[in-house]
């Protein structure tokens, strides 16, 4: 008789250890994927913060020539022939915005940046337009674009900072 209550402290005693057991590999589990999402958003910040600087670097290399044009610094020939490589360039840094792991807080953002970015390049065409052409239509058009870009621009980081404030209560 005394064996029977060692026998039913058995069941009690297992079932209180898996239930610790489970309860500390719950807390692994989400300290991990808590990490593993940190992580991944540190990645994908980082990798915009890289399109951007290419962008930005790339629209100053283009603004210069068109300053170095403009002041006779640079032909017209030596200009269009600067403009081929640009337009290869920025085609490839916007590709690039499609390759991001977006966390679905930023994605609005993201969108905007991009667009701002197809919308230099749109202003980018129109200069090179105007360079190749004179036509002053072209150039009010290319200007006008670029601030539309610069509006985009704007908007994606404001949409940037509030996505921000969500997930850094």
Known sequence: MKNEPKKKK????????????IIVAMSIF????????????????????FIQEDLRKLTHSFDSKVSMFKQGD???GEFLEFTEKHERE??????????????????????????SA??????DHYMIEWV???????????????QQSFDYEMAALTKFKLAQGQTNP
């Open 118 to 123: 197809e919308t230099q390049l749109e202003s």
């Open 132 to 146: 190749r052409t004179g036509e002053d239509t072209a150039h009010i058009r290319s200007d006008s674009l670029l």
């Open 30 to 49: 989400f300290v991990y994927s808590s990490d593993q999402a940190k992580m991944r958003g540190e990645a994908f910040g980082k990798a915009l913060e």
């Open 10 to 21: 058995r069941p009690v005693m297992y079932a209180a250890i898996l239930v610790g057991v």
């Open 74 to 76: 640079i032909s017209k």
């Open 90 to 115: 920025m085609e490839k840094i916007i590709l690039r915005y499609d390759n991001l792991q977006i966390p679905q807080s930023f994605v609005s953002s993201v969108e905007l940046f991009k667009l």
